[in-house]
């Protein structure tokens, strides 16, 4: 249940380009200048992989560093409470409230064929975390996380483990997105069972396997999620644009080993290039 529920609120940063340079293809970048004494380590992973294995160069920043910074605080004791009383919708909504009879049919069939389960049981979950349930299907192999390899180094270094943003920080875009949207990709889903959702999943790991940060990018700009593609400002970039002040803090005081999404990466609104107008120099380790 951990797992499953780490996995509802970290799938945020599962997935703008401008004539701008494209940034090389890298996960690991280097941020260093604009008064740092050390170099610190961004790190873009991905939260559900078939094979989480830390490369040399990611072993090596890790060793260079003194503290790892993760979207959230996943030590957190009161992190699995935290997450299981924001799951739900506000206001009494229920998932009846937001669709037609017919499509309230689909989506019951849909559950059931695909969780063993009533709809009526999931009735006032929020739809989003509904959807994220079918992930590990879309994988088709045991589930590992890069979040958890790092963590993994960071207890062998007795190193602390820290986020970038609270559980209910996050847990709140899924309410500033209208369920309506939220419930529009769950019977997208349901319609094409799961179809799309795969042939996504699939070319968005083959874009990380390869590094691709910008076609990451790209990627998310041509999905047909509602939730991704009208709501990109709520998913991304404002919480972008929140973490750039937390990462200087953190940098300041101690060389810092960053892991986030990497879907955070690219963009005119990434975290790469809000780092370089802020002022620092972020370099592709490769």
């Given amino acids: 249940m951990k797992k499953l529920l780490l996995c509802l609120t970290l799938c945020l940063g599962v997935f703008n380009l401008s004539g701008a340079q494209e940034l090389e293809k890298s996960l690991l970048w280097e941020i260093s200048g604009n008064g740092l004494k050390e170099s610190s380590f961004l790190y873009g992973t991905i939260h559900m992989t078939c094979n989480a294995t830390l490369d040399e160069d990611v072993q090596k920043a890790m060793k260079d560093t003194k503290l790892l910074v993760l979207e959230l605080d996943i030590d957190d004791p009161s992190m699995q409470t935290t997450m299981m009383s924001g ?17 309230y049919e689909t989506l019951s069939k849909f559950i059931k064929e695909q969780m063993g389960m009533p709809l009526e ?4 979950v929020k739809p989003f975390f509904i959807s994220a349930m079918f992930l590990p299907k879309l ?13 993994k180094v960071a207890h062998e270094q007795e190193e602390e483990i820290l986020g970038l943003e609270t559980v209910e920080e996050q847990l709140n875009v ?19 069972n799961l179809a799309y959702d795969k042939e996504s999943f699939e070319r968005m790991l083959k874009l990380y396997d390869t590094e691709d940060i910008e076609g990451m990018d790209t990627m998310m700009k041509e999905d047909k999620n509602l939730s991704t593609t009208k709501h990109r400002d709520k998913l991304l970039d404002n919480r972008n644009k929140n973490w750039i002040s937390k990462i200087e803090d953190f940098s300041k005081k101690q060389p810092t080993f960053f892991g986030v999404g990497a879907g955070h ?5 990434g975290v790469i290039k809000l780092l370089r107008k802020a002022g620092y120099s972020v370099k592709a380790v490769n």
């Fill in 87 to 103: 799951l739900y919708m506000k206001d009494g909504k229920t998932i009846k409230d937001l669709v037609s009879a017919e499509e």
């Fill in 121 to 124: 049981s999931l009735g006032n």
């Fill in 139 to 151: 994988l088709g192999c045991p589930i590992q996380s890069y979040e958890e390899e790092l963590m």
């Fill in 174 to 192: 899924f309410d500033e997105i209208p369920y309506k949207d939220q419930v529009a990709d769950l019977l997208r889903s349901a319609k094409d």
């Fill in 265 to 269: 990466l690219a963009g005119e609104n």
